[in-house]
């Protein structure tokens, strides 16, 4: 089955930095990616996806990347802010309708702390 | 805004009792999940549905019994609780593009 490897336990910025999370996934037919955020004993809320049929993604600060080739996909926070600290999770799907969505793969996690 | 409703927020369960999550969601959603997440590990699926009265199984089910009975509610049900399922256990729905809805999760303790 598709494995997710997240490859940043934690992360430590400035704010106003950019930050920068790594996924990479195994599953070639893998074609939906979202990003999900949980906050201390939260849920967790989606924050952006991207579809196979794009490389790259830009909701107001966040900017995903997708390398179909190298199965990777990264998440760009930019002009980070304290409130942006969190946990980050990656996952990948083989589509986002039918059966397969919410069929989600997840990542480990990246813990993003935005400092003063 | 979407939501889905967990409870309990927190249980504590003697090993081989039952246990019943509950979760709600008012998003007329037809897709719900159960996932469970243990410290330091991502989310990892063990039972989903797409319409009342029918589950199917996710990738870690065993131990585990789903039930829907409704599009509102999806139950997650340990028949004989093992240290091992201690976690927290989330509920989601989705929407018709993909994005799920969490609900604030269950904390289970198995002794």
């Known amino acids: 089955g598709e494995k997710v490897e997240q490859h940043e336990s934690t992360l430590s910025v400035r704010e106003g930095d950019s930050a920068v999370i790594n996924c990479t996934y195994t599953?070639?037919?893998?074609?939906?990616f979202p990003w999900y955020k949980q906050e201390a004993g939260k849920g967790l809320h989606f924050v952006i996806d991207?579809?196979?049929?794009?490389d790259r993604k830009q909701s107001q600060r966040l900017i995903v990347l997708l390398d179909k080739k190298a199965k990777r996909f990264s998440l760009h926070i930019t002009a980070t802010q304290p409130e942006d600290s969190a946990i980050y999770f990656c996952a990948a799907s083989l589509s986002n309708t039918g059966a397969n969505t919410g069929k989600l793969t997840f990542g480990h996690g990246t813990i993003l702390r935005v400092h003063p | 805004e979407a939501a889905v409703t967990q409870s309990p927020r927190s249980k504590v369960a003697v090993t081989g009792g039952k246990v019943t999550l509950s979760c709600h969601q008012t998003?007329?959603?037809?897709?719900m999940y159960w996932y469970r997440q243990d410290t330091g590990h991502g989310l990892r699926l063990i039972h989903y549905?797409?319409?009342?009265?029918?589950?199917e199984k996710g990738d870690i089910p065993d131990g585990y019994k789903a039930s829907r009975p409704s599009q509102e509610n999806f139950s997650l049900i340990l028949e004989l609780a093992s240290l091992s399922q201690t976690a927290v256990y989330f509920c989601?729905?989705?929407?018709?593009?993909?994005?799920?809805?969490f609900g604030e999760g269950s904390k289970l303790t198995v002794l």
């Open positions: 599953d070639t037919a893998s074609s939906y």
């Open positions: 549905s797409y319409v009342a009265d029918s589950t």
């Open positions: 991207i579809r196979s049929n794009v």
């Open positions: 998003n007329n959603h037809d897709y």
């Open positions: 989601a729905s989705r929407t018709g593009s993909g994005q799920l809805y």
